[in-house]
């Protein structure tokens, strides 16, 4: 398979005729498709790794498994169909190797992507460099109030609803932590032709999956708050979002230990 585009092999024009199909059969639920391929999730790496052969024209996302900025470009990559052309490599953010900022990434920060011998990183930066590199479908529309609501969602993401949100757990989490869930009810309203937060599947979607997820699952431990509470629209979207078999392979394995980790750091000690 070729990245970019170009001379494809008759496998892959197989498939996009699946994914068309499927497109179609779909379209009533937001228009997502792809193939379901499940990773085998390996050992993360640490301190006594050895690193993989850096800079031999594999194309490798490295990750960590609980990191909601990592699973941004994770869902990106599974959802587009491209498990086999861009190689999962977990680093153990507690104990990493010297290699990976020495070598790979100085920053030595999660997730970054190896690709064409060099290294880029930051989430929202690989989001849509993989959605733009990489053949498969995009999760970008054409259509131009969509793109400049896209634009104005991703900006918010990171700029005001995630730290407000995290911010809020030391505060007043329910009203404060509630004014942006009902930012989310309100976008969630803007189209009528599909779930998502532009009506089709997006990049918005997979911005927002891991931190809406953990939200979800922390905040009713935490507060007793559910965040779908008198949100119908952010209901079905979450029900949606755990339709797709791209989102759930990312999704946290061990919910209790999350829920455990967030009370630690976020609320205050008994």
């Not at 990245?3 to 496998?11: A, E």
């Not at 996009?16 to 390996?42: F, H, I, N, P, Y």
Request: net charge neutral; hydrophobic share 35%.
């Amino acid at each position: 398979m070729v990245v970019g585009g170009g001379g494809r092999s008759y496998l892959r024009e197989l498939v996009d005729w699946t994914l068309e199909k499927k497109k179609k059969d779909d379209k009533a639920r937001g228009g997502v498709w792809g193939l379901s391929v499940q990773d085998l999730l390996l050992p993360s790496l640490d301190s006594t790794s050895q690193p993989p052969s850096l800079f031999d024209g594999t194309t490798r996302l490295y990750i960590n498994y609980q990191c909601p900025y990592s699973q941004r470009v994770w869902i990106t990559r599974n959802v587009k169909g491209l498990q086999d052309m861009i190689k999962l490599v977990p680093i153990d953010l507690q104990n990493r190797p010297d290699w990976y900022k020495e070598k790979v990434y100085p920053k030595n920060k999660v997730p970054s992507l190896e690709h064409n011998n060099k290294v880029t990183g930051e989430s929202l930066v690989l989001v849509k460099y993989v959605d733009c590199n990489f053949e498969g479908p995009s999760f970008l529309p054409d259509d131009q109030e969509k793109r400049k609501f896209a634009e104005e969602l991703i900006a918010y993401s990171d700029t005001t609803f995630v730290p407000e949100v995290y911010k809020s757990f030391a505060k007043d989490a329910r009203t404060l932590a509630g004014a942006q869930f009902d930012y989310l009810e309100k976008a969630l309203h803007k189209f009528d032709d599909g779930p998502f937060f532009l009506g089709q599947f997006s990049q918005v979607d997979i911005i927002y999956a891991p931190f809406i997820e953990r939200f979800h699952v922390f905040m009713p431990e935490g507060f007793n708050y559910d965040i779908t509470t008198g949100r119908p629209k952010l209901t079905k979207w979450i029900e949606e979002m755990n339709n797709l078999d791209g989102y759930k392979q990312t999704k946290v394995l061990e919910q209790e230990k999350m829920v455990e980790y967030y009370k630690n750091r976020f609320l205050p000690k008994a």
